[in-house]
């Protein structure tokens, strides 16, 4: 294992480019797995890392979150993986620990166990990596009693329920997050409204959404009521977190009565909150509060594998794949930073 070769893509300072370069060969600790990647995935907090060098401890870093590939070896707790799984997808925290050999932008990263998901045999890898973050953060964002408290859909594929006849806004639903978070909460028995650009709206539907709206009509926020009437909003969820956005949505849960906001860039500029709206916000925990697994691990553990094997669950946004490996990195970051549409960027890794 020592003898076999691993490069990085090596982040030097803020805002330099990505340079590939020879790296330490990373083992797995008891509770992670070693992955070789075979596809990496483009998110917006790659730029915004590279542009600022926010929440870098340490210089260089390595970016990325989304990757899938190959199970190569597993650390001596891990009893749900083996050496050798063909298929799987995985988030990649170094973002969390600090840690080089927890990043993606690499060929091999190691992760702990419980964020690794077996894919079907027969899902390009280049599919698969789309999903990971984006499963991450909107698990969280919906279904998280400190967020909006959904109740998350299972393996079992029946629908809680509580949640018939309930209505969700999800904002920015032609976005890999929102994407996510269209599919979840259909899976779940909710009848989800979002908002997308009028050559999206079908895509939307396609994921699950009940109704399409697009989010640059003047009236966007009217209309958005008119569509909930009759409706229990249960709250929205803002895939964008722009000041716009956010405001939009603001005013959307005053019109229908009040209601909780989630998102999850802690960082973006509210404006006042009217009688009867709240906000909460933040980045997916590794741990819930009493220690044990957050909620997002338990929508990976009983929720995404089963709902990519029986089709409920679909690795969307449709990947846009730049091959060439690691060295495509920073063209893919650069496509990312410039803005996509119902795609998502990713880098297919030479074998």
């Given at each position: 294992?020592?003898?076999?070769?691993?490069?990085?893509?090596?982040?030097?300072?803020?805002?330099?480019?990505?340079?590939?370069?020879?790296?330490?060969?990373?083992?797995?600790?008891?509770?992670?797995?070693?992955?070789?990647?075979?596809?990496l995935?483009?998110?917006?907090?790659?730029?915004?890392?590279?542009?600022?060098?926010?929440?870098?401890?340490?210089?260089?870093?390595?970016?990325?979150?989304?990757?899938?590939?190959t199970?190569?070896?597993?650390?001596?707790?891990?009893?749900?993986?083996?050496?050798?799984?063909?298929?799987?997808?995985?988030?990649?925290?170094?973002?969390?620990?600090?840690?080089?050999?927890?990043?993606?932008?690499?060929?091999?990263?190691?992760?702990?166990?419980?964020?690794?998901?077996?894919?079907?045999?027969?899902m390009?890898?280049?599919?698969?990596?789309?999903?990971?973050?984006?499963?991450?953060?909107?698990?969280?964002?919906?279904?998280?009693?400190?967020?909006?408290?959904?109740?998350?859909?299972?393996?079992?594929?029946?629908?809680?329920?509580?949640?018939?006849?309930?209505?969700?806004?999800?904002?920015?639903?032609?976005?890999?997050?929102?994407?996510?978070?269209?599919?979840?909460?259909?899976a779940?028995?909710?009848?989800?409204?979002?908002?997308?650009?009028?050559?999206?709206?079908?895509?939307?539907?396609?994921?699950?959404?009940?109704?399409?709206?697009?989010?640059?009509?003047?009236?966007?926020?009217?209309?958005?009521?008119?569509?909930?009437?009759g409706?229990?909003?249960?709250?929205?969820?803002?895939?964008?977190?722009?000041?716009?956005?956010?405001?939009?949505?603001?005013?959307?849960?005053h019109?229908?009565?009040?209601?909780?906001?989630?998102?999850?860039?802690?960082?973006?500029?509210?404006?006042?909150?009217?009688?009867?709206?709240?906000?909460?916000?933040?980045?997916?925990?590794?741990?819930?509060?009493?220690?044990?697994?957050?909620?997002?691990?338990?929508?990976?553990?009983?929720?995404?594998?089963?709902?990519?094997?029986?089709?409920?669950?679909?690795?969307?946004?449709?990947?846009?794949?730049?091959?060439?490996?690691?060295?495509?990195?920073?063209?893919?970051?650069d496509?990312?930073?410039?803005?996509?549409?119902?795609?998502?960027?990713?880098?297919?890794?030479?074998?």
């Amino acid at each position: 294992m020592s003898t076999m070769k691993k490069k990085a893509a090596y982040l030097s300072t803020p805002k330099s480019p990505l340079s590939v370069q020879d790296a330490p060969f990373p083992r797995p600790e008891a509770h992670d797995v070693l992955i070789r990647n075979h596809a990496l995935a483009m998110n917006p907090i790659d730029f915004k890392q590279q542009d600022s060098g926010a929440m870098v401890n340490s210089w260089p870093y390595t970016l990325g979150q989304d990757i899938a590939g190959t199970v190569v070896e597993v650390g001596s707790a891990v009893t749900t993986l083996q050496k050798g799984d063909r298929g799987v997808a995985a988030l990649a925290s170094q973002i969390v620990t600090q840690k080089g050999a927890n990043a993606g932008f690499q060929l091999y990263t190691t992760t702990a166990g419980s964020m690794v998901a077996r894919i079907p045999d027969d899902m390009a890898f280049t599919d698969a990596v789309v999903l990971p973050l984006g499963l991450t953060t909107t698990a969280s964002a919906l279904f998280s009693t400190a967020y909006l408290g959904l109740v998350p859909p299972n393996a079992s594929g029946r629908m809680p329920v509580e949640n018939k006849i309930k209505l969700v806004l999800i904002w920015g639903g032609s976005s890999s997050v929102g994407s996510c978070a269209i599919q979840l909460c259909a899976a779940a028995g909710l009848m989800v409204l979002t908002t997308v650009s009028p050559r999206n709206f079908e895509y939307a539907k396609e994921s699950g959404a009940t109704e399409a709206l697009d989010y640059n009509d003047s009236d966007i926020v009217e209309k958005l009521a008119k569509a909930a009437y009759g409706k229990e909003v249960v709250g929205a969820y803002d895939a964008i977190s722009s000041e716009t956005s956010l405001a939009a949505c603001i005013n959307f849960l005053h019109a229908v009565g009040g209601g909780k906001l989630s998102f999850t860039l802690a960082s973006a500029k509210l404006p006042e909150l009217p009688q009867g709206v709240a906000v909460v916000a933040g980045r997916p925990p590794l741990r819930a509060a009493d220690g044990g697994d957050p909620i997002w691990r338990q929508v990976w553990a009983d929720f995404m594998g089963a709902g990519l094997q029986s089709g409920k669950f679909k690795p969307k946004p449709d990947a846009l794949v730049l091959k060439g490996g690691l060295e495509r990195l920073q063209d893919g970051i650069d496509l990312v930073r410039k803005g996509v549409s119902a795609k998502k960027v990713v880098v297919e890794l030479i074998e």
